[in-house]
């Protein structure tokens, strides 16, 4: 039975694509780059991460103070847990499990998001990036959790959406349900590490 449940934030808890897709647009714009213009059912996570870092220089004091103005402007208007998740928290947490978050935003960025829409829910822990430590898909901070929490192993499972949370949970030898809600794709479905393929928030109550 598991008794630690880590999750990855955005694609997995939070439905936040669109509303990051439209952040960056606003800023490409601002500086007069070309901005990543597709409909939104035909959104693709990676292709616009190539995109960024295409036109993007994340060093640039100038990029970076536009993108912090505009996300803090608009980080609520278009951001929300998926459907059910709230609920699926609330059950975990009356049933005792140990809650968790591990994701490569800030961990700034991270206390934010619990506080704006996770209220009521008691996650245990919460790692987010920090400066000098690994990001997913290196195990350090999944490890850091596991060990406070001291837990075996097989006590443990990971939630995420992506290619980088199945290697982190490989990584961390520890088992992984992906959720198919996210910004996933037909390989990481049929990757042979994925121990569960969620349909719905749900089906994390089946685990």
């Avoid at 195990?139 to 980088?164: C, L, M, P, Q």
Wanted: hydrophobic share 35%.
């Amino acid at each position: 039975m598991k008794e630690l449940y880590i999750f990855d934030l955005d694609g997995t808890l939070l439905d936040s694509l669109s509303f990051t897709i439209t952040l960056f647009n606003k800023l490409l714009r601002d500086l007069n780059l070309p901005t990543y213009d597709k409909d939104e059912s035909e959104y693709d996570y990676i292709e616009f991460r190539k995109h960024l870092f295409e036109y993007l220089d994340f060093n640039d004091d100038v990029h970076v103070k536009r993108f912090l103005e505009i996300y803090h402007e608009e980080m609520f208007e278009t951001s929300t847990p998926f459907d059910g998740v709230i609920e699926v928290l609330e059950e975990l947490q009356n049933q005792g499990k140990s809650l968790a978050i591990c994701t490569n935003r800030t961990e700034l960025d991270l206390m934010i998001r619990i506080d704006g829409f996770f209220k009521g829910i008691d996650f245990k822990y919460v790692s987010g990036y920090r400066k000098g430590v690994p990001d997913k898909p290196d195990a350090y901070r999944i490890n850091e959790i596991i060990e406070k929490e001291n837990i075996s192993r097989d006590k443990v499972i990971f939630f995420g959406d992506k290619d980088n949370d199945i290697l982190a949970a490989r990584n961390a030898g520890i088992d992984i349900a992906f959720a198919k809600w996210g910004q996933g794709k037909d390989e990481d479905f049929n990757n042979p590490y994925v121990c569960k393929l969620l349909e719905s928030p749900y089906d994390i109550l089946d685990i």
